[in-house]
Every structure is written in structure tokens, then in C-alpha cells.
């Protein structure tokens, strides 16, 4: 593909994905409050490790919406209410359980949330490679935001291992 040439094109390159951003960090906001509302009586001590995420999520969220006000761009909202139905639905599949929540719910949470902090971590790196010629991007910011989602990534890596554990007994791999 070749580079846009007007600096108004990659502007509004840079919206699209800040909104499609957005639209990812709502529907991880959303996931990660359902996995920590629907542990807490099972797994309490689980429950409150994704409870400690999601405030760090919605951080990252308004984070995300910070840098789309300090560059100008409009949210979408069309883009953001997809997303939050999109999550809604998703809660509609079922994992052997019809009427109650099957055990291998929290493992495909888990997993789907570290998919949502990988695009997530995708997204920082790619402003932090864009700050350099692109005003109002904060790298050292962007930096900050980028550790953290590393930090997450570590902590649903455990999580991970430990459903894992929990729902098949296994006791394999140990993240490193």
C-alpha cells in the first residue's frame, strides 16, 4: 500500500484506528467486568485479580480517549456501540452449560482478554512508532501505557495457567 501522501489523509487514517481501538477497549472493559462479576463467588481470589485489571482497563480506556481529544478526533460512537453489543452477545454461546455457567467460561474469558490486551499492546506500539512525526502523541506516555499492557499481559498468562488448572486439572506449563 502506498504511504499517504497528504498529511489530512493520514489524519484520518489515524482516526479509523483510534476509533477501532476504542471500539476493542469497550468491548475489553466489558469482558473483563462480566469475568470478574461472574467469579466472584466461585473464585473470589480469581475475581479479584480480574476486578484489579479491569480498573486498569478502563484506565487504558480513558487513556485512549484522552489522546483522541488531545488530536481532535471524534469517537464514533457507532463503532463503540458494536463493539459493547458485540460483547453482549458473546455471552450467548454455550460452553456445556445452557440454564448455568459452565467452567470452561472463565477459561475462554481469560483467553479473549488476552487476545483484547495483545491488539491493545499492538495499538500503543503502533502511536508509539507514529509519536515521532505525529504532534500531540506523548511517547514517553505511550510508553508508559505499553509497560503496563505488558505488565497484563503477565498477569492473564498466570491467570490463564491457573484456570487452566482449575478446569482440567492440568499441570502443565508454567508461563516463564
Do not use: C
Request: aromatic share 4%; glycine share 8%; charged share 25%.
Amino acid at each position: 500500500m502506498d504511504a499517504p501522501t497528504a498529511n489530512v489523509s493520514q489524519q484520518k487514517l489515524l482516526a479509523i484506528y483510534l476509533n477501532d481501538h476504542l471500539a476493542g477497549a469497550t468491548g475489553g472493559v466489558e469482558l473483563a467486568a462480566r469475568a470478574a462479576r461472574a467469579n466472584r463467588g466461585r473464585t473470589p481470589g480469581i475475581s479479584a485479580r480480574i476486578r484489579a485489571l479491569t480498573e486498569e482497563v478502563r484506565a487504558d480506556r480513558r487513556s485512549l480517549r484522552e489522546i483522541m481529544a488531545a488530536l481532535g478526533v471524534k469517537t464514533a460512537h457507532h463503532k463503540v456501540f458494536a463493539a459493547w453489543l458485540g460483547e453482549k452477545a458473546g455471552r450467548f454461546k454455550l460452553n456445556a452449560g445452557v440454564f448455568r455457567r459452565s467452567p470452561l467460561s472463565a477459561l475462554i474469558e481469560v483467553e479473549a482478554l488476552h487476545l483484547a490486551v495483545q491488539g491493545k499492546a499492538r495499538g500503543w506500539r503502533t502511536l508509539l512508532a507514529a509519536a515521532e512525526r505525529q504532534p500531540g502523541l506523548n511517547a514517553e506516555h505511550l510508553r508508559t501505557l505499553l509497560d503496563r499492557a505488558q505488565q497484563q499481559l503477565t498477569e492473564l498468562e498466570d491467570l490463564h495457567h491457573e484456570v487452566a488448572t482449575q478446569v482440567f486439572g492440568a499441570r502443565g506449563h508454567r508461563p516463564a
